[in-house]
């Protein structure tokens, strides 16, 4: 992601949390809305957001991940706040927000493709689990990754 596009989804979140702001949902921090099975909804991201979540946050436990629930989710506090994605920005129980929901969401979606067609990135939609299983694995802390090209050292003899 260049850093352009970088800035401009990160208006685009600052831009959503504004107008949620502007309203004040409420929100009763019972975290259900992070175990997305049993609260019978998806988070769909696009790459965008993926990039910016896995860049910033760190994951606790390597996958795969399923569909059921987020593993930023520790002891029912979400450990990505800063990096998290709009749907999570966005969501909230509150009855009296769900038609302004359904308007931030489409506005910062639109939002976000613009951002693709004017840089030309292509757009790509889809679960959570998907970007989380996709992503290179991690190595191991205690192993080093072999340098792709080998610089021979020079033999210096006395
Ligand atoms: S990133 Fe945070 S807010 Fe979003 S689903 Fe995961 S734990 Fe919940």
Not at 17 to 32: E, F, L, Q, T, Y
Not at 37 to 59: M, Q, W
Not at 139 to 156: G, H
């Amino acid at each position: 992601m260049t850093d352009d596009v970088r800035r401009a989804v990160l208006a685009v979140y600052a831009a959503a949390d504004a107008a949620i702001a502007a309203v004040g949902p409420r929100c009763d921090a019972s975290g259900r809305c992070c175990h997305f099975t049993e609260y019978g909804h998806t988070l769909f991201i696009s790459a965008f957001e993926a990039e910016l979540l896995l860049a910033g946050a760190l994951l606790c436990t390597e996958g795969p991940f399923s569909r059921d629930g987020c593993p930023y989710q520790v002891n029912g506090l979400c450990t990505a706040r800063e990096h998290r994605p709009l749907g999570c920005r966005i969501y909230f129980c509150d009855p009296s927000f769900q038609d302004r929901m359904v308007e931030i969401t489409e506005e910062s979606l639109a939002a976000l493709k613009r951002i693709a067609d004017e840089h030309g990135t292509g757009w790509h939609y889809a679960p959570l689990h998907h970007f989380l299983n996709a992503r290179p694995p991690v190595p191991p802390a205690d192993t080093m990754t072999p340098p792709e090209t080998r610089v021979p050292l020079t033999i210096v003899s006395d």
